[in-house]
């Protein structure tokens, strides 16, 4: 039969009281429309049997019957059964969404979705036995996805209520759905139905049908390597062969299922060291519990990198987009104040808008449970600080490409008028490549605020790096952090900061009378106009030094530039001894 005459046959039948819309499903037995009910003034689900009189169509009518005796969200309702001549139908609710299959068709879906998913199918499943159905096969194309993401059940055809046992010469379609016992003929049991809700919630987590064989079927890490391995473990143990060693029941699963809600463990996180327990003291197990309650669906913890003067970072993975970030958090004590969380969000807001190869990219800020954090691009690299302190001072070219990169990127982020303020070798990453991305820009001090000495410190907790008038207290504008980055190259050069003291007051007083180490000393292989350059951007007065990141950037590359004579000489010299760091 034609869909165009199964259409006229059921309209001919119900018209009275539906309209019919289209079909929206069809094989040779049956038809699923969607219509409206006329009296009621609803959209309904419309299921026509257009087999006549023979046991299909009692199969139809006891289906009908084991869906009228549930009454649960996460099932369909059956509003009206009956048979019109050679037509039997029942109409229920009209689900507006997609089914699984089509969903996961698009990819395997969310982690928080698959919880959602396992919330209602255990749940409908314990319904059912409560009231002695086993449902025994739900297939990715009967179970319905709403948009507001609820999952519901339409279809019992294999159910306890509607037959006995699988008939020998049935061959039921989705069998991946039925647990092996069920397949071969035997009658089930609510472990049996574990097996199933296992099997859809593996399709939901991979978009893979699992093997015929439980012994066959992959883990889903080997198919999906981000499983959270609360999941894996539930949905492995759902799928064993033998029924036993599944849950006993439903409410047991979705309880296991609840209690790992939100933690999406994949890798115990460690401590990056002794310097993070150090800032966050006694009670860090309390802060990550809370941090991951905090979290949620949204971010899974998975170990701390590191730590400073406003939290923690740690490394993280976003489990909506499925990448790894880096997530700081700020310690609760600076978030207390909430002129100072505004001001914190302001500049956050600022910062994001910056786009550069140079800039770690900010991606979100978020608050949650008293907690504020924001995600960034992960670099998968040491900062200068470790880098230094690792291989000693750096080669010349390599100090230089550092300044060409922080300079372009200090001259867009100016032109933006935003200031970093807390340039400093532990804000200087270095990606795997050797690129430049710098962070934490004009992050640092809107939490800090600006009174006197609130000028960047780094991790000797004294402020090394701060333009003095900066630790004056002074207004700050670019040219600090030009000033800083001076530093940071001298940092970079010697192997060492350039100005050391136990007190900002002993830093400011070798600052202001510029008692700056002689680099000519130290890296003799170094071109003296360089070495001018650099002398000029680290002058205290801030007038003598360069106005602009472009100013410092050009004057930089004239320094730089060899005239024909010197790279001569150069070859020579290269020629008879092999390059020398001639580092201290
Ligand atoms: N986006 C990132 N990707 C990778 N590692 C990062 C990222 N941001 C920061 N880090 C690492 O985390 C460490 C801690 O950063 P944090 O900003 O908390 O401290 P800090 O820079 O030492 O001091 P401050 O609190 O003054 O900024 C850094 O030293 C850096 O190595
Ligand atoms: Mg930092």
């Excluded at 009692?58 to 084991?66: D, T």
């Excluded at 991606?363 to 954090?373: K, P, T």
């Excluded at 922080?406 to 935003?418: C, D, I, K, R, T």
């Amino acid at each position: 039969m034609s869909s165009s005459d199964a259409f006229a046959r059921a309209e001919h039948a119900l018209g009275a009281r539906y309209r019919l819309e289209r079909a929206v499903a069809e094989n040779s037995e049956r038809v699923l429309f969607v219509g409206q009910d006329k009296v009621l003034n609803r959209r309904v689900s419309i299921r026509v049997n257009l087999t006549g009189e023979d046991p299909l169509r009692a199969w139809f009518l006891r289906e009908a019957e084991a869906l009228a005796q549930l009454d649960h969200p996460a099932i369909r309702h059956v509003y009206d059964v009956g048979v019109v001549g050679e037509i039997a139908y029942r109409v229920g609710n009209w689900i507006d969404g997609e089914s699984l299959e089509t969903a996961a068709a698009r990819g395997p879906r969310l982690y928080p979705a698959v919880h959602a998913l396992a919330r209602d199918v255990l749940s409908a499943l314990e319904h059912s036995h409560t009231q002695g159905i086993l449902v025994r096969r739900i297939v990715p194309a009967g179970m319905i996805l709403s948009h507001s993401g609820r999952g519901t059940v339409t279809d019992l055809r294999f159910c306890s209520w509607a037959l006995p046992a699988i008939p020998p010469g049935i061959e039921p379609s989705g069998k991946a759905f039925m647990a092996p016992e069920v397949r071969n003929g035997a009658v089930g049991e609510p472990a049996s139905d574990i097996y199933t809700a296992g099997a859809v919630l593996y399709f939901a987590l991979t978009g893979m049908v699992p093997e015929l064989d439980p012994e066959a079927i992959p883990r889903p890490s080997d198919l999906r390597p981000t499983t959270p391995r609360a999941v894996e473990r539930i949905v492995i143990r759902a799928l064993q062969r033998d029924p036993r060693q599944r849950y006993m029941s439903a409410a047991e699963m979705l309880e296991d299922f609840a209690s790992e809600a939100g933690t999406f463990e994949t890798v115990p996180v460690r401590p990056g060291g002794a310097q993070v327990a150090a800032t966050v003291g006694a009670g860090s197990k309390e802060w990550e519990k809370l941090l991951r309650r905090a979290l949620g669906d949204d971010y899974e913890l998975l170990d701390a990198i590191g730590s400073g003067g406003f939290g923690r970072v740690y490394r993280a993975r976003d489990l909506h987009l499925e990448r790894e970030v880096a997530l700081k958090v700020l310690h609760p004590a600076l978030t207390r104040d909430p002129a100072g969380v505004e001001r914190f969000r302001r500049e956050a807001q600022h910062a994001a808008r910056l786009s550069h190869p140079n800039i770690v990219d900010i991606y979100d800020i978020q608050g949650r449970s008293g907690l504020l954090w924001y995600t960034m691009e992960l670099v998968r690299g040491p900062n200068l600080a470790q880098l230094v302190e690792e291989q000693g001072a750096l080669p010349i070219p390599r100090v230089l490409r550092l300044l060409r990169e922080a300079l372009s990127a200090l001259s867009q982020a100016h032109a933006q008028n935003l200031v970093h303020r807390d340039i400093k070798p532990e804000n200087m990453l270095l990606a795997p490549g050797g690129n430049l991305k710098i962070t934490d820009f004009g992050l640092a001090l809107a939490l800090r605020g600006q009174g006197r000495f609130s000028g960047a410190t780094s991790q000797s907790g004294t402020p090394q790096f701060a333009s003095p008038e900066q630790l004056l207290g002074e207004r700050v504008d670019q040219r600090s952090d030009l000033y800083s980055l001076a530093a940071v190259a001298y940092f970079a050069l010697l192997g060492y900061p350039a100005f050391t003291g136990a007190t900002p007051e002993q830093i400011l007083a070798r600052q202001t009378t510029d008692q700056i180490p002689d680099l000519r000393e130290e890296r003799p292989e170094l071109n003296p106009r360089v070495v001018r350059v650099l002398e000029r951007a680290i002058q205290a007065a801030p007038d003598r030094r360069f106005a602009s990141a472009a100013e410092f950037q050009q004057a930089l590359r004239e320094a730089s530039r060899r005239t024909f004579l010197e790279r001569a000489v150069d070859m020579v010299r290269r020629a008879a001894n092999p390059p020398n760091r001639g580092s201290s």
